[in-house]
């Protein structure tokens, strides 16, 4: 079981930066393959960027390619998302998600997922 919560999001002008963090409890997130994702009003959820369990392979879409980092750290339990160049189009709700498998996931079927935190971008 993994529990997870995020922070960080907010208003930020357009070509600003932010850092989401996700707190995660459960001595399984070192083992767990965890991903960011956005969903904004009336839009379907969208995977922004994943990571394998050791933080060795992440996945990019395309739209944030070179703009957003995602990174992790096992021994804080936590995983982050750098963010920068945002666009207004970026505005949405963010999630972390956990998986019970280790590698890189690139889908949505992930098992636990946390609240979710807004980042709004002023243009």
């Known amino acids: 079981q993994v529990q997870l919560v995020e922070s960080g999001g907010g208003l930020v002008q357009a070509g600003g930066s932010l850092r989401l963090s996700c707190a995660a409890s459960?001595?399984?997130?070192?083992?767990?393959?965890m991903g960011w994702f956005r969903q904004a009003p009336g839009k379907e959820r969208e995977l922004v960027a994943a990571?394998?369990?050791?933080?060795?392979?992440?996945y990019y879409a395309d739209s944030v390619k070179g703009r957003f980092t995602i990174s992790r750290n096992n021994a804080k339990n936590t995983l982050y998302l750098q963010m920068n160049s945002l666009k207004p189009e970026e505005t949405a709700v963010y999630y972390c998600?956990?998986?019970?498998?280790?590698?890189?996931?690139?889908?949505?079927?992930?098992?636990?997922w946390g609240q979710g935190t807004q980042v709004t971008v002023s243009s």
């Open positions: 459960g001595r399984s997130f070192s083992s767990a393959a």
């Open positions: 990571i394998n369990w050791s933080g060795g392979s992440a």
């Open positions: 998600a956990a998986d019970s498998s280790r590698y890189t996931k690139v889908n949505v079927n992930y098992d636990y």
